[in-house]
């Protein structure tokens, strides 16, 4: 389990910082600011967010690990 959090948190991590910089860049496109700063902060809370997210993803991606351990343990105490 702790596997495919860590999978899906890095994973996460890197996707959210790219869709939050596109996302910063195309808001800000034409507009003559600096786009630098806007950017980066743009991809920092996606890194958070994407943490996040990903780390959920993970967890219910292997979920079905976590039912097998819980029937297999069920079946050792009955």
Known sequence: MLRGVVIGTTVG???GALVWAALVAVALAG???ALAGPVWMGAAVGVFAGAFLGGWAGIVATT???ERAEHHTRARVH
């Open 31 to 33: 507009g003559g600011y």
């Open 64 to 66: 079905a690990t976590l």
């Open 13 to 15: 991590m890197v996707l």
